[in-house]
């Protein structure tokens, strides 16, 4: 019985690992080789939320939190596009820049070369204590050559997971920026891996 139980838990843990994929579907990074530094930017266009647009998410979440209680939604909202440039974003950066092969910073100016990483989908997860399923997100990323604007090579990941180790992930935003962060993690093993040789 313990057994049983214990090969359930590591099958758990495996499971958000295992649904991850990352694909190229034109060109390559290969341009990078050689690079020291790259440029990041992140947009959020077209972005699905669960089975919604994003403006339909929110809308549904601001109404939602607001009958409960006065100002909730709104400041579901506010938080919902701030937590992007605070806290996903440079979760991203950190993971992408720990002992990688090239750094990424946003707004990199001396860089050649741009990572435009679009998120396509968000799934925010929950956690009620009794109750939890995990953040992901789906993104496209493109290199693109700055001075052109060409680019030069696109990726999918599908299904990155988000939550944090000891279920304290309350928090929709907290859950989000782990999934951003193992993004960043799996783009720079990708780069160590397929454009660096490392």
Not at 25 to 31: L, R, T, Y
Not at 69 to 97: C, H, I, Q, T, Y
Request: hydrophobic share 35%; net charge positive; glycine share 10%.
């Amino acid at each position: 019985m313990k057994k049983s139980l214990a090969l359930l838990l590591v099958a758990g843990l495996a499971l958000p690992a295992a649904a991850q994929k990352m694909k190229m579907h034109s060109g390559s990074f290969d341009a990078l080789k050689g690079e020291k530094t790259v440029d990041l930017r992140f947009t959020y266009e077209n972005m699905k939320v669960g089975k919604h647009a994003e403006a339909d998410y929110l809308a549904k979440k601001v109404k939602e939190y607001n009958e409960k209680e006065a100002g909730k939604g709104d400041n579901f909202a506010k938080s919902w596009v701030a937590d992007r440039m605070a806290r996903f974003e440079p979760k991203f950066e950190e993971l992408f820049n720990d002992e990688g092969p090239v750094s990424g910073s946003r707004d990199n100016a001396e860089a050649k070369y741009s990572f435009v990483i679009n998120t396509d989908f968000t799934e925010p997860g929950y956690n009620i204590g009794v109750s939890k399923m995990p953040a992901s997100i789906n993104a496209t990323i493109k290199l693109v050559e700055k001075a052109s604007g060409s680019e030069l090579g696109a990726m999918t990941v599908v299904g990155v997971p988000g939550s944090q180790f000891g279920g304290y992930d309350f928090d929709t935003g907290s859950r989000l920026a782990e999934s951003y962060a193992k993004l960043g993690k799996e783009l720079r093993k990708y780069l160590a891996k397929n454009v660096y040789g490392k």
